[in-house]
C-alpha cells in the first residue's frame, strides 16, 4: 500500500485465516495488506464482506449501471481502494473498459448516456453530507429504470458509502489491483469539476 494504515494489520491466521486468504487470492490474486486491517474484528470482516456477496447477487439495476454508480460514489467519496477494487472487478462482465476509465471525471466526459449520466449524478448526490438527491433526479430515474431498480440503485450507493466511509477512516487505500493486471490507469477527476466531497487519492 502506499502509505501505512492507521491500525497495523494484524497476522491473519489459523484454519479460518487460510480459509479468508485462499478466498482473497481467488478474487483479487493476492492477499490484500487491508485484510490483516479487519482482521482486529473478525466480526466487521466477515458481516461486511457477507453484505457485500448479497449486494452483488441483486440484479434489477443492470451491471453496467451499478458498477457506474459504485464507482462515482466511491469517486466522491475519495476511496481510492473502492475505485480501484471496482474497476478491476469489472474484467469480464461486457463493461465498456473505456467507461469505466472515466467515471472519476464523469462530468467532463462525453462517454456516457443521458442514462449513465444521471445514474451517476444520483450516486454522487446521496453520497453528500447531507444527501443531495432531487425530487426531479429521482422522478427522472424512476421513469428510466422502474422502482425495483431505483430502490437497488439507492442500496448499492448507500453500501459502498458504508465501505468507502470505513476504508478511508481507517486509512486503507488502493492496493493497486488494476495496475497488477496490466489494467489501463483510471481516469483523473479535473479539479474543480464537480462538487464532490472529496477527490479520488
Not at 44 to 62: F, P
Not at 82 to 99: M, P, V, W
Not at 150 to 158: F, K, N, P
Not at 179 to 196: E, F, H, I, Q, T
Amino acid at each position: 500500500m502506499t502509505t501505512q494504515t492507521r491500525i497495523p494489520a494484524a497476522e491473519v491466521s489459523g484454519v479460518s485465516g487460510a480459509v479468508v486468504k485462499a478466498a482473497a487470492r481467488r478474487m483479487v490474486g493476492k492477499v490484500p495488506d487491508s485484510l490483516g486491517v479487519l482482521w482486529h474484528h473478525k466480526g466487521v470482516m466477515k458481516d461486511s464482506m457477507g453484505i457485500g456477496r448479497k449486494v452483488e447477487g441483486w440484479h434489477e439495476l443492470d451491471r453496467p449501471l451499478s458498477t457506474f454508480a459504485a464507482m462515482a460514489a466511491a469517486a466522491t467519496i475519495g476511496c481510492s481502494f473502492c475505485l480501484d477494487f471496482n474497476y478491476f472487478r469489472s474484467r469480464g462482465h461486457d463493461i465498456d473498459e473505456a467507461k469505466l476509465r472515466e467515471v472519476p471525471r464523469w462530468h467532463e466526459s462525453a462517454a456516457f448516456t443521458p442514462l449513465e449520466r444521471r445514474v451517476m449524478e444520483y450516486a454522487e448526490a446521496a453520497s453528500q453530507t447531507p444527501p443531495a438527491v432531487t425530487d426531479e433526479l429521482s422522478d427522472a430515474l424512476l421513469d428510466d429504470l422502474g422502482p425495483a431498480a431505483l430502490v437497488e440503485l439507492a442500496a448499492r450507493v448507500a453500501f459502498m458509502n458504508m465501505s468507502a466511509r470505513m476504508n478511508i477512516a481507517l486509512g486503507i487505500r488502493s492496493e493497486h489491483f488494476a495496475d497488477a493486471c496490466g489494467m489501463p490507469p483510471l481516469a483523473v477527476r479535473a479539479s474543480g469539476a464537480s462538487p464532490s466531497v472529496g477527490a479520488a487519492a
